[in-house]
């Protein structure tokens, strides 16, 4: 028994050593704005980053108790960290990546927020399909 629990904490010493070169946080300046809206709609890149970066702690849960987040204070918890979980800095996760992981979060309802609203449709050129058109009648 003993000598399982030796390998039990070994082993959690080498996981969290393992991982924190990739979370350690850049040293952030003193004042950062947090505020604003989600500035992506990209739920897929958000999911796939939200798999790799997040989901071996969240194992599909961002928080346990369930509630929403502004986007500004999910920013802050994902920048900054805070006991329980350490902060990702930008060498890391870009700032885009973040807006994508905002996205899938707002999906989910763990952000309280909505995505920004889609890009308009693309207007067919008024030229398209009249070049192929054979002209009948005099010209």
Do not use: K
């Not at 969290?16 to 952030?28: I, S, T």
């Not at 796939?48 to 702690?57: A, E, H, L, Q, V």
């Not at 996760?93 to 309280?112: H, K, M, R, W, Y």
């Amino acid at each position: 028994m003993g000598r399982f629990a030796i390998g039990v904490s070994g082993w959690v010493v080498i996981l969290v050593a393992g991982c924190a070169p990739v979370h350690a946080p850049a040293a952030m300046p003193s004042s950062i704005d947090y505020e604003g809206p989600v500035a992506s709609r990209d739920i897929a890149l958000g999911g796939s980053i939200f798999s790799t970066f997040c989901n071996p702690c969240h194992a599909g849960r961002v928080n346990p108790r369930g509630y929403r987040w502004s986007p500004a204070q999910m920013r802050r918890q994902i920048r900054e960290g805070n006991t329980a979980m350490p902060g990702i800095s930008e060498e890391y996760l870009s700032q885009g990546d973040l807006e994508a992981v905002l996205a899938f979060l707002t999906v989910i309802s763990s952000v309280d927020a909505e995505l920004p609203p889609a890009p308009p449709a693309a207007t067919p050129d008024s030229q398209a399909g009249q070049l192929a058109q054979p002209r009948i009648g005099p010209q």
